[in-house]
């Protein structure tokens, strides 16, 4: 079973195949939605809009635990999540992919850990995306001739607001190549269940570093998103079927040693 975080029109049921929504009860409360069973070629697949489908879910509310341990009760082992951002290099175009290797955490208000209380869990976070879905995700991209950067960091802010300038070029000097209100703690939290989290993230804009560009608004941010979505869907659909069940990672290993 592969989770799919984010959306992005994937749960639309033309497309998946056996299509099915399944609502799930976790000990840290209900998913952000209904959860979309279905196939992706032969891949067996579980789908969640991470804000809910009307988008009515902002990130801080974001149900990240839930989700997480909903796509573990599942049976998943991979996890595909999808997410909007804004770059903060002049190499990476609005509507190019990224594919990040390395996260910074610009969060305040979030739940990090399913192990808060009675055992710790010190998990390892070097590597934090999984190496071998990245892999996959950028040689699935060079085949279909997407614009795409292999690796990036991509840096985690609270939201629901955007950037100020200040901040803005503060991240570029902090080294972030892209920045979301999303990744942070979705990733976290599925290395600490052993499951392999890759992330896919397309440029929507230049935040508001480039003085030349528009600042960014959430009407820039849907319009690109738009403009992108049948790339977007391509990439998933040719990726998910490749993905193999045996892991050659240490994405699962690694949640194994943490645990005291």
């Known amino acids: 079973m592969i989770g799919i975080i984010g959306g992005s029109g994937l749960e639309d049921s033309r497309i998946i195949k056996d299509f099915t929504e399944k609502e799930i009860e976790t000990p840290y409360g209900k998913p952000s939605d209904k959860i979309v069973l279905g196939k992706i070629g032969n891949a067996e697949v579980a789908i969640i809009s991470r804000h809910g489908k009307k ?42 992919f990224v594919f990040p290797n390395q996260f910074i955490d610009f969060t305040k208000k979030r739940g990090y850990t399913f ?26 991209a060079r085949e279909l001739r997407l614009k795409f950067h292999a690796a990036g960091t991509v840096i985690t802010i609270e939201g629901p607001r955007f950037s ?31 499951i392999c989290y890759a992330s896919i993230a397309m440029a929507t ?9 528009e600042t960014v608004t959430i009407e820039t941010v849907l319009k690109a998103m738009q403009k992108n979505s049948a790339n977007i869907k391509r990439l998933f659909f040719q990726a998910v079927p490749k993905i193999p069940s045996a892991k050659k990672c240490s994405c699962e290993k690694d949640a194994e040693k943490a645990k005291i």
């Open 115 to 140: 192990f808060d209380s009675e055992k710790v869990m010190h998990i390892p976070m070097a590597e934090p995306f999984c190496p071998d879905l990245r892999k996959l995700l950028a040689k699935t």
């Open 205 to 213: 804009d230049y935040d508001c570093w480039r003085t030349e560009e």
């Open 55 to 96: 988008h009515s879910i902002n990130p801080t509310n974001v149900p990240y635990k839930a989700n997480i341990s909903a796509l573990k009760q599942l049976g998943c082992s991979h996890i595909l999540a999808s997410t909007a951002c804004g770059s903060l290099r002049e190499k990476i175009k609005p509507g190019d």
């Open 164 to 194: 100020t300038k200040a901040e803005s070029k503060m991240f570029r000097i902090l080294g972030a190549d892209v920045i979301n209100m999303s990744t942070v703690p979705e990733v976290i939290l599925a290395r600490e269940l052993g």
